[in-house]
């Protein structure tokens, strides 16, 4: 791994600070532009209907950022040699952190699925509820964790 991150190393914290921004910046966007402008539309199928949409596209784009944001944290750390250094309490801090991220990340996955199965079936009630949890704390404490494993890297890359 150390000759994997010697030779690509710009490449490799580019892949990976670039996942972190598409997965926390895409949440914010979601979340303070996407979710406010949908409360303008009136009809409720249809709000309901774009907001289902406009979370499976995101989705489409973040799982791929996690996984590499995974794979490219593995690389780092092990290349970096961390272990049995001080800073490896924040690098520890920091996984731990993305770990909860993605464990919330798939109880929104399954909210918007469980969602979409019940818009499908005109149970537009249902639908709403299982996407109120995702906007009301899901997608804001995960938000809140972005940025504090962001503020956790770059503290990292300061070392």
């Known amino acids: 791994m150390e000759t994997l991150f010697n030779n690509f190393s710009s490449l ?11 997965w926390v910046g895409g949440m914010i966007a979601i979340r303070f ?19 289902l949409e406009s979370l499976r596209r995101f989705f489409n784009m973040v799982i791929p950022s996690i996984i590499l944001l995974l794979l490219t944290a593995v690389i780092m750390i092990v290349a970096l040699g961390f ?26 996955f399954i909210k918007r699925k469980q969602a979409q199965k019940a818009f499908d079936e005109g149970e537009l009630p249902i639908a709403k509820s299982k996407l109120l949890p995702i906007a009301n704390y899901l997608i804001p404490i995960n938000i809140v964790l972005g940025l504090v494993a962001i503020y956790l890297g770059v503290t990292l890359r300061g070392f």
Do not use: C
């Not at 490799?12 to 600070?17: G, T």
């Not at 532009?33 to 907001?51: C, F, N, W």
């Open 33 to 51: 532009a996407v979710h406010y402008s949908m409360q303008e539309v009136d009809d409720p199928k249809i709000k309901l209907g774009r907001t």
């Open 83 to 108: 272990k049995g250094t001080p800073l490896y309490n924040f690098v520890i801090a920091k996984e731990a952190i993305w770990t909860v991220m993605t464990v919330i990340f798939i109880i929104i």
């Open 12 to 22: 490799i914290v580019f892949l990976h600070v670039l996942s972190a921004i598409i």
